[in-house]
Every structure is written in C-alpha cells, then in structure tokens.
C-alpha cells in the first residue's frame, strides 16, 4: 500500500498549522484528479472528517476543484458530532456532579478531555463513549452513585472483579435509555484483551493520581491526567492491537494535545514516567509518526531519549508498515509481542492472548462466565487469526 492522492490530502489536512506551505499543498494537491466520494469515505474512516471540515472550510474559496457536495457530508459529520457530544457531555455533567456531591474524585480520560479542553470544539472529535479512572477503594461507592442514575455494569458484575488481571481493567456501565452513552470506569489505564504482562505492573497508577490536574468538564470540577501522562496514555492507547494507529485520529489527538500545552509540557518528565512505566516504546512510535506526519513539533532529544537501543524484527515491520501507509487493526501486536523478552515469554504471550482467562472471555462477550462454552474460544482464536492474517495480507 502507498501514499495516494487522497491519502495525502487527508495529511495535509490533519495538520492544524496551515501555515503557506501547507495551504499551498492542499490547494495544489485538490486540482489534481481525486475521487471524492473515496476522500469523504476516508475522512469518516479515519474519524477526521470535522477536523478536515474545519481546516477546508477556511481555505474553501482557494479550493475551486472540491465538490460543494462533499462541504456538505463533511459539514454534516461536523454538526452531528456536536450534537452527539453534547448530548453527552450533558449526561457527563450529571455523573460528574453526584460523584462529587458524594465526595468521590475521579479523572476524565481520552474523549471527553480532548474534545473540550484539546480541541476546544465539540464538533471535532467524535466520542462514543466516556472514559473515567476511579480509584479502586471507591469502585463499590461509584457504583451505587451510577445505580441511581440507572446506570449498571453491562459486562461484569462489580462483584468479580479481578484486581490481578492484566488484561481487561473496566466496568461499561449502560443505561436503558437509547440516548445515553456508555461509561467506561477504568481502575488501570491500561484495557485489552490481550496480556499486558511486560508492563502494566510497571505503571503505577498512585503516580497518575499524584500528579493529575483539576479542571472543569462539562461544567462540574474534577480532575484530568498531567499533560506529560496524557501523552504516554494517548501513544499507549494508539498502539493496542485493536488500533495500531490504524487511523489518523490517532495522530491528531497526540498533536492537538502537544500543541495546546506547548510550554507546559515537561518533556523530561514524559520521558522519565515513559521508562518507568516501560511504555517508552510505545511512546516513541506514536511521537515518531505523529511529527512525521502531522509535523507536531516534538524536541529531536526527546525522541533519542524514548528510542529503544535497538528495535525488533517486529517493531521494524510495524513501523516499515506505518510509513508505507499500512495502517491495519491488529499489526501493532508485533510491538506487543517485542516487548516480551525471550521466546518462553513471547510463547507465553501468545498463549494468553489465544486463551485468556474465562472472566476475560465472559466480559469481552457480555455474557455470565457460566455461559460460557467451547464456541467461545473457539471465535476468540479464529479473530486473533483473522486479524494477523488481515495485518500480513
């Protein structure tokens, strides 16, 4: 796979400082023959659609060659994500508010800070769900907080939690009402389906909390992760295998927040925490290609500080991957397996991702583990195949 003309213009687009050059870039590129119908496909595909909608919008009368047709779908998305957000944000505000009316804290993840806080602009960066860490001690009084709301655990009761999992670390929390959108309430940051053995036992989650920030989110007090955490959960959460910065919303989450923190951002802070935690890897994969695409303005010394001595087969062929323009759900599980040293461990690694846990397998399904049967891990095996085999096709 390589870089088409749309694939390029989608780029040229992502980047929020459309400076001359890189107006003059789009201008150029938008004359030539392009497939409309296949940009707006794109666009929606990568989850970038407003973003673009928003960069087009103010170079339109330079932009002579894009189909008013294709203003309106990309206009369209941008509209509809603002209703949807602030339908949620609006039902955010009401959890938000009996936690704390409860005297309970917890810290607002990924979506839900990026779009207001990041991005400044609801339209511009979907959300299906909300993403909240709690701490552990307090997961039994959230829970009744979210009960009386008519929120309930659709995947798992509270009651089976298994603090020593290193795969799945939440609670989706739904309610009856078509309208609402899921809460995700995680304990790790860390989430997956596969092992995260190599590291997750490195990040503690008490430094998270030490150092996170008070905010305001839809329009109620709480608290949000450091701009240094942020950086490592957003390159971490870019890299699960379900991801493998298949999409270039990726890369746009990680440069607005870079670009909006900007001065406050304490790089050597990032790169201490990021080896630390043993994400270091996964942290310098995401910077890499966020400022090689995005040309984020991220310090050359930061990056030879996260890069690994020496990198894998594996992450070789990722990142050979990502350059090409071969971005596919499930290749990223080749930086996964690089981080488990020794073949016992890799071994291992691949065992527990075709076979883990029944708890895992009974949450993933949303079903009771007593319901559970052979046809499950069965399917478990033939989609971890699928998605090698669709990653090497």
Not at 211 to 217: L, N, S
Request: charged letters at 25%.
């Amino acid at each position: 796979m390589s870089w088409t003309e749309v694939d390029r213009l989608l780029l040229y687009c992502c980047r929020k400082d459309t400076d001359r050059k890189n107006r003059n870039k789009i201008i150029e590129i938008q004359r030539k023959s392009i497939d409309w119908d296949y940009f707006a496909k794109k666009a929606r595909e990568n989850g970038v659609s407003a973003v673009v909608y928003s960069r087009l919008i103010d170079i339109k009368k330079d932009c002579t060659h894009i189909p008013s047709f294709i203003f309106k779908k990309l206009k369209k998305v941008y509209y509809l994500n603002a209703t949807q957000n602030s339908l949620i944000y609006e039902e955010l505000g009401k959890v938000l508010k009996i936690f704390s009316n409860a005297g309970l804290q917890v810290i607002v993840l990924k979506g839900a800070v990026l779009a207001e806080k990041i991005y400044e602009n609801l339209a511009l960066r979907p959300m299906m769900d909300v993403d909240l860490l709690a701490k552990k001690e307090d997961l039994f009084s959230l829970d009744e907080q979210m009960k009386i709301l008519g929120y309930r655990p659709s995947d798992m009761s509270i009651n089976n939690i298994d603090f020593s999992s290193t795969y799945l670390t939440t609670l989706d929390y739904r309610s009856l009402s078509p309208n609402s959108p899921s809460f995700h309430v995680h304990w790790h940051f860390v989430n997956s389906t596969i092992p995260n053995e190599s590291y997750i036992k490195s990040i503690k989650i008490e430094d998270i909390w030490r150092d996170a920030e008070k905010t305001k989110i839809a329009d109620v007090e709480t608290m949000v992760m450091a701009p240094h955490h942020l950086l490592i959960h957003l390159s971490e959460h870019a890299l699960r295998v379900t991801h493998s910065l298949s999409k270039l919303s990726f890369f746009c989450d990680i440069d607005e927040a870079v670009n909006f923190y900007q001065g406050r951002l304490d790089w050597d802070r990032l790169i201490k925490e990021s080896l630390k935690f043993n994400l270091n890897r996964m942290v310098y994969i995401s910077l890499y290609f966020t400022a090689k695409f995005l040309e984020t303005k991220i310090p050359e010394y930061v990056l030879l500080k996260l890069k690994p001595e020496r990198l894998s087969l594996g992450e070789k062929i990722f990142m050979n991957s990502i350059s090409n323009n071969k971005r596919i759900s499930g290749l990223s599980y080749l930086v996964h397996l690089s981080m488990n040293n020794g073949l016992y461990k890799k071994m291992k690694f691949l065992g527990k991702t075709l076979f883990p846990p029944a708890q895992i397998i009974a949450q993933r399904n949303y079903i009771p583990q007593s319901k559970l049967s052979y046809i499950h891990y069965i399917r478990r095996i033939n989609e971890v195949f699928s998605r090698l085999f669709k990653a090497f096709s």
